[in-house]
């Protein structure tokens, strides 16, 4: 008996410890990008001057290699080329100074999930299942974000070996050159070479440290929606049951859960402010990339373009898939909260439910710089006008 109790008691304690862990690895993938912005402490250190300087020097010697192949070659697709990389840059750049701008409300949020978890796996039964369910959904997104990541980087640094061997043809990872380093011989193409894989490994790092912030925050949505269906659930069996509650015990009840929808619109918001730029340069970003990759697999002038092209659409549709998780639990609430027993309550409950049912359908969505909601609609048709796009750049190279 004690024995099943223990095991009882630590499977009720492994939500917030299982929770905290994700956590924990957000935290050593930040600071290694000198970002830890979850410490109350964190000021700028050596690690983010290093990660600045490093994109200043990236973006600066993919001018010089733009400038350099354009007068040597002839050739203006390097610029498009050149374009997918820079828009990986822009996007690292954009996430990593939001996110220091806006680590007051980081730190906010991320104790107020905390709190919820330490809260709720105490309370066993359909919280703790629900709290069970947010974590799995977000370590589901972790490693959908990092396979992507991995599978390019790994794609990417094999691939011109690869090609090598079939073709007997060099080509470099990345668009960029150094000053003073000859690609067309052997010491300098393994020199930028290496100094490619190393680059795309941070960049791809960084982003991922990043994505795992956003990737937090919203599966975190859904979280807070199904806690409120259970404490719809519970007002529900209170007024069902065979001994009449009193009005107190209403009241309580209704107060919780009115609370809770508060929190759940806070959080929402929060995240919206924290993001806000964030997603408009995501989308922007990955749109540009994925017309400059397809241009150049179009006109074969990129045979490592495909790998990138999978990088920038599986970005765009992972970022506005999980906006359509936000508008979807946005539509759940409203239904939960006309779905309760709101008839059997007092006037004056009914009429704070009445007021909930009217903010819920009100609730503001994701959106990409307020124009659009982030949506997997909208990433459709963005795939539409890039393809339009590329249809008119055809046209007129023909």
Known sequence: MANDLKVDLLAEQ???????????????????????????????????????????????????????????????????????????????????????????????????????????ETRGGNY????????????KGIKAFGFVYVCVVVACSVYPVIYDALYGEKILIMQFLLPGVDPFTNTGFYMLSVMHVVCLCLGAFGNFASDMYFFTFITSVPLLKNILRCKFD???????????????????????????????????????????????????????????????MLIGAWPAAPFFLFLSLANLYLYCGLGTVVDKSNEDCTCIIYTSSWYELPVTEQRTVLLMLLKSQGTENLTVASMTPLTVATALNITKTVYSMLMLLMRGRD
């Open 14 to 120: 492994s939500c917030l410890v299982r929770y905290r862990r994700i956590l924990y690895l957000v935290k050593i993938c930040a600071k290694i990008c000198g970002a830890d912005i979850a410490d109350p402490n964190y000021r700028l250190n050596f690690m983010t001057y290093v990660l600045m300087t490093m994109l200043v020097i990236f973006y600066c010697c993919t001018v010089y290699t733009i400038y350099v192949t354009v007068l040597r070659d002839g050739t203006y697709t390097i610029i498009l080329q050149a374009t997918c990389f820079v828009s990986a840059g822009v996007q690292s750049n954009v996430k990593l100074f939001c996110f220091i701008a806006q680590r007051f409300r980081v730190r906010e949020a991320q104790t107020f999930l905390d709190d919820t978890y330490k809260d709720y």
């Open 128 to 139: 703790q299942e629900v709290l069970l369910q947010g974590i799995a959904a977000t370590m």
């Open 234 to 296: 519970d007002l529900n069996r209170l007024m069902n049951c065979e001994m009449q509650p009193t009005r107190a015990q209403v009241r309580d009840a209704m107060f919780d859960i009115v609370s809770w929808h508060k929190e759940y619109l806070r959080l929402l918001l929060c995240t919206a402010r924290i993001f806000y730029i964030i997603i408009f340069a995501h989308v922007l970003c990955s749109a540009a990339s994925v017309v400059s990759t397809l241009y150049c």
